[in-house]
């Protein structure tokens, strides 16, 4: 199973991007998908999560109203739009799995907000 993130970059604060995760190696519609960051010297954060159906969707008080997430089965991909990025948004950016073994990531996507 592969998981590979992409889309992040430096960009000004206000300003948005999308990231895009990749799903090999597993039919993606069985597993509930999200994404989690990470900054150094802190705990992972959770900041979406999408249900197999889409019918439940999380997101973290912190980027609620910012930030969407969406999945594309058929493609086996999920994406997260976000807008109006704070600088607090900096960090390296997982998208994970659901399994039921345990949560699957892969390969992180650096994301700087900064003026």
């Known amino acids: 199973v592969q998981l590979q993130a992409s889309g992040g970059g430096l960009v000004q604060p206000g300003g948005s991007l999308t990231l895009t995760c990749a799903v090999s190696?597993?039919?993606?519609?069985?597993?509930?998908i999200g994404w989690f960051r990470q900054t150094p010297g802190k705990e992972p954060e959770g900041v979406s999560c999408?249900?197999?159906?889409?019918?439940?969707?999380f997101y973290a008080d912190s980027v609620k109203g910012r930030f969407t997430i969406s999945r594309d089965n058929a493609e086996n991909t999920v994406s997260l739009q976000m807008n109006s990025l704070k600088p607090e948004d900096t960090a390296v950016y997982y998208c994970y799995v659901r399994a039921p073994w345990g949560d699957i990531w892969g390969q992180g996507t650096q994301v700087t907000v900064s003026s």
């Open positions: 190696g597993l039919t993606m519609d069985h597993y509930a």
């Open positions: 999408i249900s197999i159906d889409d019918g439940m969707i």
